[in-house]
């Protein structure tokens, strides 16, 4: 194959990758900017949403047990710490699942680190943020950054969606034992961007647990 020939296949290959990121993940139609995105119950990934499969999932139990519909809603939760769900990094999400248990995600370069939250520490965040209590299953998550420099904790009640993003951010950015300084850059970035991000959208890929 000639150099010609070759960027061209390549060429091609870059266009069908780029088209499917823009086709919604379940009936392959278009997909505009500001779309939404459904969750992946069985695998626990976020694929976009066209208009028209946003509509046909934006009703309880429109997914079977199997899609649901991720919200866009974000709130910024003020005047309370984390500390009592015993955060061994200074990140980290917490996911409820349908028979109330949950559990705690850690962000790192390989993907996400998980494990469980005790049910009488969860109950007592939820005292001191009511919020919490509201949060749905699977499809929204606690976002709790320590910031150290600052002595002080950011919190945030947002879509799962949102934190797979972040996942993607660390990830993509990550450099050596530590990290370095341009993935925390970008970590701070990405907390900068949450109040009124628009944004918010990334790709089926981007948006995956994990990818």
Not at 89 to 116: C, K, M, N, Q, W
Request: glycine share 12%.
């Amino acid at each position: 194959m000639t150099a010609s020939a070759l960027a061209r296949t390549i060429g091609r290959a870059a266009s069908r990758r780029l088209a499917a990121a823009d086709r919604c993940g379940l009936c392959a139609g278009p997909v505009g900017d500001g779309h939404r995105h459904v969750l992946d119950e069985r695998d626990r990934s976020a694929m976009c949403a066209c208009q028209a499969c946003t509509l046909l999932f934006d009703r309880d139990g429109a997914g079977g047990g199997h899609f649901r519909l991720i919200p866009t809603g974000r709130s910024r939760l003020t005047g309370i710490a984390a500390g009592g769900l015993d955060v061994p990094v200074g990140l980290a999400f917490f996911v409820r699942d349908d028979g109330g248990a949950v559990t705690a995600h850690y962000p790192s370069p390989l993907g996400i680190t998980e494990s469980t939250v005790d049910a009488e520490d969860w109950a007592s965040m939820e005292g001191k943020a009511p919020q919490l209590a509201a949060m749905a299953p699977l499809v929204e998550a606690f976002l709790v950054r320590a910031n150290a420099r600052a002595d002080r904790e950011e919190a945030w009640l947002l879509p799962i969606d949102d934190c797979y993003r972040l996942v993607a951010v660390i990830r993509r950015h990550w450099a050596g034992m530590s990290g370095g300084a341009a993935v925390w850059r970008e970590v701070a970035t990405f907390f900068a961007g949450l109040d009124g991000d628009p944004a918010r959208h990334p790709t089926k890929k981007a948006a995956s647990e994990g990818e």
